[in-house]
DNA sequence: ACCTGAACACCGTTCAAGT
DNA sequence: ACCTGAACACCGTTCAAGT
């Protein structure tokens, strides 16, 4: 019997963190290895009270604990991908069956819903010494928290895949998705229109950091520079039929962005792109 | 022995397009089941020249076709969605082996690249009878091309997932960016600064896209209305502890985009976003 | 409370063989 | 030229059982 409380009776589960589940000790230290919260259904059916306080029992066989697993996750995604991550192959580096890290989630995707968040506390808001609300002016918060957001994407591609799929909502993400909402209330847009600015500028940045990190990590997985790619890539287009008049067009565009590495001219265009949604939130808000 | 060709020294494979795949009779009527063109590498090992003129051969036991399974390939996906969609499902709604349909696909990654460009078919510069290109306003082009992308996003949830993975450049996506290039150069924006447009623009409509489709889709499978998974969603989280803050400042935001349905508030934001980009890149253009 | 092993119902793809 | 069937090496997950 598996801990997977009433599978049966969660006809509409939209994300492990709208089911009980508690924020796992709000910090991801080695804390207690408690699995699953109770499912907050029917306290009744409640076990012993497993290791009271939460300290760590240390006459355990394997050490399995819900945050290594999550840690050990978010690491095989980073360098396998999301493709090749299966619990099998999770559970080997864990040194268990496959079965055993059933114990301490319920499905593969409750699983990556937990690493998704794991990786929101590497942004802005959460990290410390960066007290990004200290800076006055809006716009200078809003590009660090773009960088941010970006900078977490780019670091791990698989994210940008899975948010499509969990609309995410775990402790950190909302960290985050709070320090959005404070930067654009102090632009001063009417609150009318801040849902919109809100999309403008991170369904950008969510865009940006996709394409980069995707193309990041085919570049690792072919064992070539961003730059050797680009003009391996390049080069083959340029010999498809096909594609003549598609470069002819680019070309204009590609040659007026000057000099630079691959990265560097990508750096350009983002900062290109927040000059422009900056400027734009300032004329509609003094428009409005 | 499948078709193949010489599936080994193929080391760096990043699309089928750039492989010398024709671009399957330019238009996805029913003509020549020809299978995939003979990768161009070597022209003696060509086969007799398979059904000369490119005519359809009425004797063919399954009448089996590339745009017959490209077809029912995004079909299928449009239906049940990415995760579960399987070449042994696939061929069995053709009425075939699952093996047949490796006879005119290398992949499953192949085929659902093919899906992925079959699917910009539907994007304002292909599309008949729109002639977007007329009105002489740049901004009103750059709606148009806007609502197209995002349409096509909503419409079949699977493609932001794939783009992600398969950076795309098959014909019709081709015809999609030299309409945003020409829209873009129009803006009287520097070029240096045109690539930055084109990424706040549609990575945001990306962004945008992928959340409302993967939205639109949750809804679908729970068999549920967008507003009543909506409100059941906000008290979901309304009921759960952590997320106490979280709505108190997004109240806020949710209470000031006033009356309407789910749909009509998503539709206010988009233009927000859209009247801040567009913003955005004529003060930038003033400026430069 | 935690972990295992065997089993089920799936995958994508290869290969040899049919017509 | 086109299609099949069996087989291989995988999956996620269930279930009954161990300690």
Chains 1, 2 share one sequence.
Request: proline share 7%; aromatic share 8%; charged share 25%.
């Amino acid at each position: 019997m598996t801990r997977a409380a009433d599978r049966s009776k969660r006809p509409l589960r939209t994300s492990v963190w709208l089911d009980g589940r508690p924020p796992a000790g709000d910090a991801p230290r080695g804390d207690a290895p408690r699995g699953k919260a109770p499912e907050g259904r029917a306290p009744e059916g409640r076990a012993p009270a497993p290791t009271p306080g939460g300290a760590r029992r240390p006459d355990q066989p394997t050490g399995l604990d819900l945050h290594r697993i999550v840690t050990e996750t978010v690491a095989l995604l980073d360098t396998d991908g999301l493709a090749s991550f299966s619990m099998r192959k999770l559970a080997g580096r864990l040194g268990v069956t496959a079965m055993s890290v059933y114990w301490y989630v319920d499905t593969k995707d409750d699983l990556l819903e937990l690493a998704l968040d794991e990786v929101f506390a590497e942004l802005p808001p959460n990290t410390e010494g960066e007290p990004i609300e200290a800076s006055p002016d809006w716009w200078a918060r809003l590009r660090a928290l773009a960088h941010g957001y970006r900078a977490v994407l780019v670091r791990h591609p698989w994210v940008t895949t899975l948010i499509g799929n969990y609309l995410n909502v775990g402790p950190r993400s909302k960290a985050f998705s709070l320090a959005v909402q404070r930067v654009i209330r102090d632009t001063g847009l009417p609150p009318e229109r801040r849902m919109g600015a809100i999309g403008a500028t991170f369904q950008f940045v969510y865009g940006f950091g996709t394409i980069e990190g995707h193309f990041k990590q085919r570049c690792a997985t072919a064992g070539m520079t961003q730059d050797e790619y680009y003009t391996e890539a390049i080069g083959s287009i340029r010999q498809s039929p096909e594609m003549a008049g598609y470069l002819e067009s680019a070309d204009e565009i590609l040659a007026a962005r000057g000099e630079g590495t691959v990265e560097e001219l990508r750096e350009r265009d983002f900062e290109v792109a927040l000059d422009i949604l900056i400027a734009g939130i300032e004329a509609t808000t003094a428009r409005g």
